[in-house]
């Protein structure tokens, strides 16, 4: 698996397979939808999903999305604020970039090298695996549209 979640050319039926998750069209559809979106919540998943193979419920599309978490199919969000996001991109230690007025989310690769925000000064005797850095502030739309700063002077 790469850093960008793509998993080359498994199939989503092969990968519910592999991780012991039954495979039915509606959780195929689902980790489609996950992968092919951007950090959707779980009703545009819905959506999604219903448009792949019609009817699909809300409770299915939770529980699915509640499996392929446990089993590290797709990872879950969530930013401050912000209702639950899902995406496809697993299996490395990535951040975010969530935008404080249109809540826009976007994928940042860790630092490289001594990083004192990712090392906890004492891990109280917990066995660190993962660092989760969620970086705030103003999408480039955002910053368009927003009215000039007054400066002071």
Excluded at 73 to 78: A, C, G, K, S, Y
Excluded at 80 to 107: I, K, M, Q, W, Y
Excluded at 144 to 153: L, N
Aim: with cysteine.
């Amino acid at each position: 698996m790469t850093a960008s979640g793509n998993r080359g050319t498994t199939t989503a039926a092969e990968e519910l397979r592999a991780a012991g998750l039954r495979v039915t069209a509606a959780r195929v559809a689902i980790l489609d939808t996950v992968r092919a979106g951007d950090h959707l919540g779980v009703d545009a998943i819905a959506e999604g999903a219903r448009e792949r193979v019609g009817h699909v419920s809300l409770q299915a599309v939770y529980e699915a999305l509640h499996a392929m978490t446990g089993k590290g199919i797709v990872r879950r969000i969530e930013p401050a604020g912000s209702p639950a996001r899902f995406e496809g991109r697993v299996g490395d230690n990535h951040h975010h970039l969530v935008c404080r007025s249109c809540g826009a989310v976007a994928d940042v690769d860790c630092a490289v090298g001594n990083s004192p925000c990712l090392e906890p000064i004492s891990d109280a005797g917990f066995l660190v695996d993962e660092a989760d850095v969620t970086f705030w502030g103003l999408c480039p739309a955002c910053r368009e549209a927003a009215p000039p700063r007054q400066t002071a002077g």
